[in-house]
């Protein structure tokens, strides 16, 4: 519970603060977000496969498959585990990138807008505000998803 209520604490820190203006977001870096996510599913796997092998490896087929599925389902369920730190990584890295990208675009559209039209730049900057409110919300939940998404392969394998 310690190592998860800190990672949380670091993902919404790294997250909040990215949304300052100047400063750079690591999250919003797949390498940084693998880095991140493979280990702890790794460390996920290899205790459960210390704590329970069987359990663990009972996911991989389950009950009541057909004999001539058993193979096909045993490959399935093997890259489907194997693609979780994948899937953690890039599912942060592209919400928190595009909740960016959008940013940036509207306040340069809002600037850019200024001097042609101001009443359409003063609703692109009330659309950027509220933009910016819903980026602090997005950044919590990928934060409390990517830690409860661990959690839950955790307990899998526990």
């Not at 990215?18 to 977000?33: K, R, V």
């Not at 990208?101 to 509220?130: D, F, G, K, N, R």
């Amino acid at each position: 519970a310690l190592i998860l209520t800190s990672l949380i604490a670091i993902l919404l820190t790294i997250n909040l603060l990215g949304l300052l203006p100047y400063t750079f977001t690591p999250t919003t870096q797949l390498s940084i977000n693998i880095a991140l996510a493979f280990p702890l599913w790794l460390a996920t796997l290899l205790t459960g496969l210390r704590n329970k092998p069987s359990a663990s490896l009972a996911h991989l087929l389950p009950e009541g498959t057909p004999t001539p599925l058993i193979p096909a389902l045993i490959l399935i369920e093997t890259t489907s585990l194997l693609i979780r730190p994948l899937a953690l990584g890039v599912r942060l890295t592209a919400n928190l990138t595009a909740g960016h990208l959008l940013i940036q675009l509207i306040s340069t559209a809002s600037i850019a807008l200024m001097p042609i039209l101001p009443a359409v730049s003063i609703l692109t900057i009330v659309i950027l505000l509220l933009l910016t409110i819903l980026e602090v919300a997005v950044a919590i939940i990928q934060a409390y998803v990517f830690v409860l998404l661990l959690s839950l392969y955790l307990q899998e394998n526990m």
